[in-house]
């Protein structure tokens, strides 16, 4: 089985920075992307930024210059600075990744549990 856990965020001012981190843990034989995700309430999940495996990023342009993906291939982890926060920020932020669990070619999505980010203004 695969277990993926977020950790991080909590509550900060407008202006301040967060930073949240997920790892992959169990049967994994190689990690493909690894992305960030939040919904806020009464609204639908939304991608927030991705890596891949190369280190290629895409970032939702509502974050573009003020989040950054990385990740740690070694320690199955990926990583999301935020900073200058906004209250439109608060949410919460999923960690999902897509990986192989043996050498065959299919991939597999798993979901962390979430994680609070909270900007007040």
């Known amino acids: 089985q695969v277990q993926v856990v977020e950790s991080g965020g909590g509550l900060v001012q407008a202006g301040g920075s967060l930073s949240v981190s997920c790892v992959a843990s169990g049967r994994i034989f190689s990690i493909n992307d690894m992305g960030w995700y939040r919904q806020a309430p009464g609204k639908q999940r939304e991608l927030v930024a991705q890596i891949s495996s190369g280190g290629s990023t895409i970032y939702a342009d509502s974050v573009k210059g003020r989040f950054t993906i990385s990740r740690d291939n070694a320690k199955n982890t990926v990583y999301l600075q935020m900073d200058s926060l906004k209250p439109e920020d608060t949410a919460v932020y999923y960690c999902?990744?897509?990986?192989?669990?043996?050498?065959?070619?299919?991939?597999?999505?798993?979901w962390g549990q979430g994680t609070q980010v909270a900007v007040s203004s």
């Open positions: 999902r990744v897509t990986l192989r669990t043996g050498q065959q070619a299919r991939t597999y999505q798993y």
